[in-house]
């Protein structure tokens, strides 16, 4: 039974540099979530898909922010011209639609902006 | 965003203890769900409630969804160190498998 998987799991980059994550679903699921969790706090819902349609993504952060899923697989997650207040652990999730709220959470990758 | 209202923030205990932890909303929410984190990993599932006054377990967890919607109530019995961690509320405001609205964490810390 293979979990949610996302890489990088650790990424240090330069503040005005581009970054890009993955993350891999559970095979039998067609929605995906992601999440931003900064230290001390909860995870905070950022856009997610169902299949390929991203559903909601007014709680993208920043125009700087952007996700894709293109083929209902696997999704990245683009963060433009980073910023320190960038720094943060992204985290992904995955559901089946129209089943129960239950969703499994991925190791995420912590992101770190200098 | 809105974070959900945990507590305790923090706990302390000894192995064996019993521990209690809460979560409160001024939203009504139609699913609650606890989720445990280890230290530089995603949030592990560990109970998912559906339906008011619904108390579920999951070993020595259980889970409460309280009456008014607006609350949620994680006990763990006879506390071991693997219990270590910090513990999240979730809710979840439609039925439909949405997005899920975070607490703000219960740590707790075992002491030796």
């Known amino acids: 039974d293979t979990g949610v998987s996302q890489d990088p799991r650790h990424k240090i980059t330069k503040r005005g540099q581009n970054v890009t994550f993955r993350c891999d679903p559970i095979s039998e699921h067609n929605r995906l979530y992601w999440y931003r969790q900064t230290l001390g706090q909860g995870p905070e819902f950022l856009t997610y898909f169902q299949n390929e349609a991203q559903l909601e993504k007014s709680r993208l952060l920043s125009d700087r922010f952007s996700a894709e899923r293109p083929k209902g697989s696997f999704s990245t997650l683009e963060i433009q011209r980073t910023e320190q207040g960038d720094s943060a652990m992204y985290l992904c999730?995955?559901?089946?639609?129209?089943?129960?709220?239950?969703?499994?959470f991925g190791p995420g990758t912590r992101l770190t902006v200098l | 965003g809105q974070q959900l209202n945990q507590s305790p923030q923090s706990m302390f205990i000894q192995e064996g203890e019993d521990v209690s932890m809460n979560c409160t909303s001024s939203s009504i929410f139609n699913t609650w769900l606890w989720y445990k984190q280890d230290p530089g990993e995603g949030p592990v599932l560990l109970i998912a409630?559906?339906?008011?006054?619904e108390l579920t377990s999951n070993g020595r967890l259980t889970a409460q969804f309280g009456i008014t919607r607006k609350d949620s109530f994680l006990n763990i019995s006879a506390s071991i160190p693997s219990d270590v961690g910090i513990y999240f509320c979730a809710g979840d405001l439609n039925f439909g498998n949405e997005k899920l609205t975070f607490g703000t964490g219960t740590r707790l810390t075992i002491i030796p």
């Open positions: 999730a995955s559901s089946v639609a129209g089943g129960s709220a239950e969703q499994f």
């Open positions: 409630l559906y339906k008011a006054g």
